[in-house]
């Protein structure tokens, strides 16, 4: 698989990354620890050598399990984890008090079975901290060799400029594909100006975008998707029509719909890196080869098309989980 890079330091990773959040956490009951393990060492078989975990997945586990499986091959993947919540759990609150950084560093160590983390990103902004101390606990640690790089996730423009004012920011990551554009007003021009890598979750719209969900699908009781106004029945129902525009231009390149919003993705700049995730390997697979995918400026023409005719419905988040985005 093509490499990029992220942030000025160049961190270079697969242009395609793996998400590994759903393995285990969010989406329903996940799949079992064995056939978790290999579909991260399929990833890693077939070109992709950037893995996306956080303390809050699980909490804990998905760290635990991300570091069983890349023990083989540690040496060769840049492994991303976050702080900033509570006891490792969202719904407790932020926290990224420069002694609690600290601590999660050291766990996040512990539990990756590693000795650095290539990429530490502040899962989200807590008001109660100046960034400018979250960005220099992140320097320390830098220093000490126990963290590669400083990352954010779904920060501010004014935030991000702070904190890379301090210690470099090397990749911002937050929601962003084909039905959540909101990054292309402020968020991409600040990083394109600093340098910062961009790092879209979500790449394809929670499952929605690779054409396999519609308004009669039922979800888990334990998927947080059932609580996003976005995937509410009438919602993904209206939501359609752009899963139907993106899948002519896929069926006219014969690729299905996911590979055409991956490529979409990729051809925005070259500093961004979308990390899908999913538990199948055939999904996997499919998802891989969408960075051998190039479309034509017609093509990409026709998708920019549809997305000015298109108004895609819903909130992407519940209201109690708004206030925690980009601040």
Known sequence: MQKRTLGKD????????????????AYGSGVDEKTA??????????????????????????EDL?????????DQVVLA???GFKEGTAAKGLDSRPEHIREVADASLKRLNTDRIDLFYQHRVDPQVPIEDVAGTLKELIAEGKVKHFGMSEAGADTIRKAN?????????????????EPEKEILPTCEELGIGFVPFSPLGRGFLTGAIDESTELDKNDFRSAIPRFSKETREANLALVDEITKVAKAKEVTTAQVS??????????????????????????????????SRDELATIGKALDRIQVKGERYPEHLKKMAQK
């Not at 160049?10 to 956490?25: D, I, P, Q, T």
């Not at 890693?44 to 804990?60: I, M, S």
């Not at 538990?279 to 891989?288: A, G, V």
């Open 165 to 181: 004012a301090v210690q470099p920011v090397a990749a911002l990551q937050s929601e962003y594909s084909l039905w959540w554009r």
């Open 262 to 295: 991956l490529a979409w993705l990729l051809a925005q700049k070259p500093w961004i890196v979308p990390i899908p995730g999913t538990t199948k390997e055939r999904r996997l697979l499919e998802n891989i080869q969408a960075a051998r995918v190039e479309l």
């Open 37 to 62: 393990i290999a579909v991260i060492r399929t990833a890693f078989e077939n070109g992709v050598t950037f893995f996306d975990t956080a303390e809050a997945y699980g909490p804990f586990t998905n």
């Open 66 to 74: 991300v570091g069983k499986a890349v023990a083989p091959f540690r």
């Open 10 to 25: 160049k961190l270079e990773v697969s242009a395609l990354g793996y998400g590994c959040m759903g393995l285990n956490f």
């Open 81 to 83: 984890t976050k702080f």
